[in-house]
Every structure is written in C-alpha cells, then in structure tokens.
C-alpha cells in the first residue's frame, strides 16, 4: 500500500508560483510513474502532467506546457510540481497519483490534494 501526501498549495495572485510537493511511503517510489492531475469546482477531474520512472521524460496538458514543470527526487521519495506564471483558471485542488506504465493509463494510487486558489 503506497500513501501518498501532498503539499505546498494556498493563495497565490494571478502571475505568480508555487511548488506542491508529493510524498510517497509505503511502496517502492522508483517503480512507479508519478503524475499530477487537478479538480477544479464543479469539473470533472483532469491530467496535469507526469514523469517516467528516472524523470527522463515528462508530458503535460497543453493548458500548463511552459508554465508548469514536473519532477522527482527518488532519493526522497518525492515528486514535485513547479508552477508559474499562475493564472485564475489554474485554481483547483491538485491531486499526485501513481502509475505503472508510461504514458500512464491506470492509476494506483492517489493522494487527498492540496487546494491552489489563484486571485485575478
């Protein structure tokens, strides 16, 4: 059983970043692909990004492509979403998962979230 909690949301102004944090415990973090995914109210929940295994590869959702950076720390068990350059439509609680095929499919294991609310 893997637990995952993530970090790092709040209140940011339109333009500005954050970095959420995903800590991973209870499974092997290097065997699994990690990924990002976002709901925002009263839409259905959507892809964000993901990494592969070593984080040599990375894909996004167009919506966040330049603007969003994903990666992992397998020493820290850890995978991370840089974002910039917020913007108001950017608001949702923002879930990590796991996976264990890349490009992801399926997911394992999921997170609770970590609400980003960005003020126009």
């Known amino acids: 059983q893997v637990q995952l909690v993530e970090s790092g949301g709040g209140l940011v102004q339109a333009g500005g970043s954050l970095r959420l944090s995903c800590a991973a415990s209870g499974g092997t973090f290097s065997s699994y692909v990690m990924a990002w995914f976002r709901q925002a109210p009263g839409k259905e929940r959507e892809f964000v990004a993901a990494v592969s295994w070593n984080g040599g590869s990375r894909y996004y959702t167009d919506s966040v492509k330049g603007r969003f950076i994903i990666s992992r720390d397998n020493a820290k068990n850890t995978v991370y979403l840089q974002m910039n350059s917020l913007r108001p439509e950017d608001t949702a609680v923002y879930y990590c998962?796991?996976?264990?095929?890349?490009?992801?499919?399926?997911?394992?294991?999921w997170g609770q979230g970590t609400q980003v609310t960005v003020s126009s």
């Open positions: 998962a796991t996976s264990r095929h890349y490009p992801p499919s399926e997911y394992d294991y």
